[in-house]
């Protein structure tokens, strides 16, 4: 639990959970999607906010300490 507490402390998950909400309301839409080849819409649209857990899962400390 306490993990939990302190991966929701991060920015970073914040902004991935923003993320993911918006890439549900443009599933729905397709407003941006019709800019993406087809092949490849129903992965890119879903690619970001993954990609942006695994960064926080990689970095071992913050920006602002390097």
Do not use: H
Request: proline letters at 5%.
């Amino acid at each position: 639990m306490n993990t939990i507490l302190q991966r929701l402390k991060s920015k970073t998950y914040w902004v991935a959970i923003v993320g993911a909400l918006l890439t549900a309301i443009e599933l729905n839409s397709g407003f941006l999607g019709s800019f993406i080849p087809m092949p490849y819409r129903n992965y890119v649209i879903l690619l970001w906010p993954v990609l942006m857990v695994i960064l926080r899962e990689v970095t071992t400390s913050a920006l602002s300490d390097k």
